[in-house]
């Protein structure tokens, strides 16, 4: 374990919070332990850039969730510097990279590894879906809005790079995108994870199912006002 901040209360919050999310997936494993590995600016980060390129502000291996930027658990904060600087909420950050080491859990290192691995929108979709759960959960939420919010980002955005949340960071369309899609397949087509991995339907066509679904759900919605689409 190499870590630059200490271990205090504050960071066993994150962490219990992060796992009561990551508990509401269907893979997730009781007897799984996680070795979580805080980084910032530590020698065994340089070894890792060097093996593995500088990439993302977090990655999974195996059992180990390494954290590689500066954290600030009291305000449950992650600060990347990847791409460009920003703000990232940790719980978030940290139920992202667990649900990665399930997947690799479930279905197995040869599935599940940085070089080969499920379409992107599946393999980044579903860990932003669990730990965005709450936020999905909130009365005000709405998925029609949230799909419609993504169509608009990603016209207005120069290349693959959109910032969907608050703090300023960006990532690759196919995090928001995915997530939205699973979303979908999820709550509304009531698909399992596993189902979901399995199903052959191109990114596309599924993407254009979604669009004639957002039609139709506001349609319903203006004739019947009361009918909201079913969420857990
Ligand atoms: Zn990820």
């Known amino acids: ?25 269907e893979l997730y494993d ?3 332990k996680y070795n979580i590995i805080l980084c910032s600016h530590t020698f065994y980060n340089k070894i890792d850039d060097k093996l593995l390129g500088i990439g993302p502000s977090a990655r999974s291996r195996l059992n180990n969730l ?19 600087e920003c703000e990232i909420n940790l719980t978030y950050l940290i139920a992202h990279e667990m649900i990665h080491c399930l997947q690799a859990k479930k279905y197995g290192i040869m599935k599940f590894n940085p070089f ?6 599946k393999l980044e979709g579903y860990p932003e879906y669990i730990s ?16 419609e919010r993504y169509i608009n980002l990603e016209n207005k955005a120069t290349d693959i ?4 949340e608050d703090g300023g960071c960006e990532f690759p369309n196919y995090y928001y995108k995915g997530r939205l899609m699973i979303e979908y397949l999820m709550d509304i087509k009531h698909l399992s994870y596993d189902q ?13 199912e979604m ?10 919605s203006v004739m019947f006002p009361s009918v909201q689409p079913n969420r857990q």
């Not at 979901?196 to 254009?208: G, W």
Request: charged letters at 30%; glycine letters at 2%; a positive charge.
């Open 132 to 147: 965005k759960k709450p936020k999905l959960s909130n009365k005000d939420y709405s998925l029609t809005t949230e799909i």
């Open 161 to 164: 790079w959109i910032s969907p």
């Open 116 to 121: 080969r691995h499920p379409e992107l929108w």
């Open 196 to 208: 979901i991995l399995k199903d052959s339907v191109s990114e596309a066509t599924i993407f254009k």
């Open 1 to 25: 374990m190499c870590s630059n901040d200490k271990i205090n209360d504050n960071i066993k919050v994150v962490l219990d919070n992060a796992m009561n999310l990551v508990q509401k997936s």
């Open 66 to 84: 390494i954290i590689k930027v500066r954290i600030d658990p009291k305000s449950n904060l992650a600060f990347p510097t990847f791409h460009k």
């Open 211 to 220: 669009i004639k679904w957002i039609d139709g759900a506001k349609k319903s």
């Open 30 to 32: 009781s007897s799984y």
